[in-house]
Structure formats: structure tokens, C-alpha cells
């Protein structure tokens, strides 16, 4: 046998085992890359070619994708959008606050705020159970109704009541399952060494429930982002019922779409966000 017959591939040096891995992982992430852009080329082609050789789709094409409509409808839609925005901004920052409140009601078994902590019981139990939609309703044209002094009656100020109802609720119960799910033990070490309750909740407990549900969090704020739409059915002229006014006098839907992709444009960045923190060892 000859001396190089003689060597084993482990008496191959260090170096020239780590590029041959190195270059088997680069090989398979080019085969790999190869068959994703293949499958979606066969994928999506076939879509593609599925739809637009459907006899239906030039009269599709004309009502939902028409150009001159669309150019026609989109600064009125964007100039709507920005009133989803504002809504939006000042809605998650009130839900955030009033939420966490909530949560922090709830978790406390102080025998003194046991009427407190029926009441955010029941504040979850009514707000979280009825659809978004009817308490728009119920809000905007209840209110009003009711003729009392110093009330609201601005139908966007109404709409923007109605969702940190609704919101305040589901939120509340992520800020409780954060919460809760910090160790007893991190609360037991904190009041060993001194801390009151309150400190240990402030500076031990919510820094790292909070940061645990950070993406549903998040996810919350994306389904929060399109139901501000949901202001329209009481009056608010944002971007849904501008493109809504362009479609009922043109009989075409193009404004709907110039109106759903504006959406996108904040929905899809913050899905991407929530998957990416998700990925990172999030809850979700």
C-alpha cells in the first residue's frame, strides 16, 4: 500500500474538509434555489395563463383593472387613506395604554379590586365577543343618539371609540398571557431583594412578558390596520368609501382595487415584521 493509499479521509487537514462542506452546502442551496424558481414559474405561469385565456377575463380586466380608472380614482383614495393612517396611529396608541391596564387589573389578586376585576372581566368578556362591525354601529349611531351634553358626535371620533373598544379586549389578553407567562420565581427573586410589588411588576415582570408577545402583539395591529375601514359604515369619507363613491358612479371596481393595494402597502412590510420576529424565537 502506498503512502497515499495509506491516509484516511480524517487525516485530511482541517481546511480542506471545511471547504468541501462548505462547498456541498453551497451546491444544494443552488439546487434548491433552482427548483423554487422552477415550481414557481410552472406555478404561477399556469395561473396566469388559467386566467387570462378565461373567456371572462376581458370584461374582468375592463371593470377591475382599468388604467383610466384607476388614475382617475387614486388620488381621491389616497387622499382617504391618509385618514385610515391617523385613525389607525391614534387607535393603537389608546389600546395599547387602556389594554394594558386591563391586563394588569386582571392579574392583580388584590382582594380590594375584586369589583374592578369583574368589571375588566366583563369589559373582554362583551367587547372581545362582538364583532367589530356591529359595534361600529352600535357606537356611532347609539351615541349620538343618546343627545347628552359634552358626548362625541364626529362619526371619526366615534369609529375610533368603537375599535379601542374592540381591540382593548384582545390585546388585553395577549399583555395576560405575557404576563402570566413569566416564572414565579423571577417575581419571588425581585421581592427578595427589596422590590415592592409595583417595582417588580414595572421593572421585572412586563419588560419581559411584553417582549415574549411582542408578534401577536404586532399581528394585532396589521388585523387592527384594515378593520379602521370599518369606520365607512358611519359616514368617515377614508379610503374604502371614497373608492366605494368612484365604483357606485362608474360602475367599476378599479377603485376597490386602487383602495386594497394602498392596504397592502402596510399590511404585507408588517406581516413580514411579525414573521421575522416570530422566527426569531417569538410567539408565534
Request: net charge positive; glycine share 8%; no cysteine.
Amino acid at each position: 500500500m502506498t503512502e497515499a493509499a495509506a491516509i484516511t479521509p480524517g487525516d485530511r487537514p482541517k481546511g480542506e474538509r471545511r471547504r468541501e462542506r462548505e462547498e456541498a452546502k453551497r451546491a444544494k442551496a443552488r439546487r434548491n434555489a433552482l427548483i423554487a424558481a422552477l415550481s414557481s414559474v410552472i406555478v404561477i405561469g399556469g395561473l396566469a395563463t388559467l386566467v387570462l385565456t378565461s373567456p371572462g377575463w376581458p370584461s374582468v380586466r375592463e371593470t377591475f383593472f382599468s388604467w383610466s380608472e384607476f388614475k382617475n380614482a387614486f388620488p381621491e383614495v389616497l387622499s382617504g387613506f391618509w385618514l385610515d393612517i391617523k385613525v389607525f396611529m391614534v387607535v393603537e396608541v389608546a389600546v395599547l395604554v387602556i389594554a394594558l391596564v386591563i391586563a394588569l387589573i386582571r392579574v392583580n389578586r388584590s382582594p380590594g379590586l375584586f369589583p374592578v376585576r369583574i368589571l375588566s372581566t366583563v369589559w373582554v368578556d362583551v367587547f372581545r365577543g362582538v364583532p367589530t362591525v356591529l359595534l361600529v354601529y352600535l357606537v356611532g349611531f347609539g351615541i349620538p343618539a343618546l343627545e347628552l351634553e359634552g358626548l362625541p358626535t364626529d362619526p371619526v371620533v366615534l369609529g375610533g371609540i368603537a375599535l379601542t373598544l374592540s381591540y382593548s379586549g384582545y390585546v388585553s389578553e395577549v399583555y395576560r398571557a405575557g404576563i402570566n407567562s413569566v416564572h414565579r420565581g423571577q417575581t419571588d427573586a425581585a421581592l427578595s431583594v427589596g422590590l415592592t410589588h409595583a417595582q417588580t411588576m414595572r421593572h421585572v415582570v412586563l419588560p419581559q412578558g411584553i417582549r415574549r408577545v411582542a408578534p401577536p402583539l404586532l399581528n394585532d395591529f396589521v388585523a387592527l390596520q384594515k378593520d379602521v375601514a370599518l369606520i365607512s359604515i358611519i359616514g368617515p369619507q377614508e379610503a374604502f368609501r371614497v373608492a366605494q363613491i368612484f365604483q357606485g358612479e362608474n360602475f367599476n371596481y378599479t377603485p376597490i382595487i386602487a383602495a386594497a393595494m394602498l392596504y397592502l402597502v402596510i399590511t404585507i412590510p408588517l406581516a413580514r415584521i411579525v414573521d421575522r420576529m416570530g422566527g426569531a424565537g417569538g410567539v408565534r
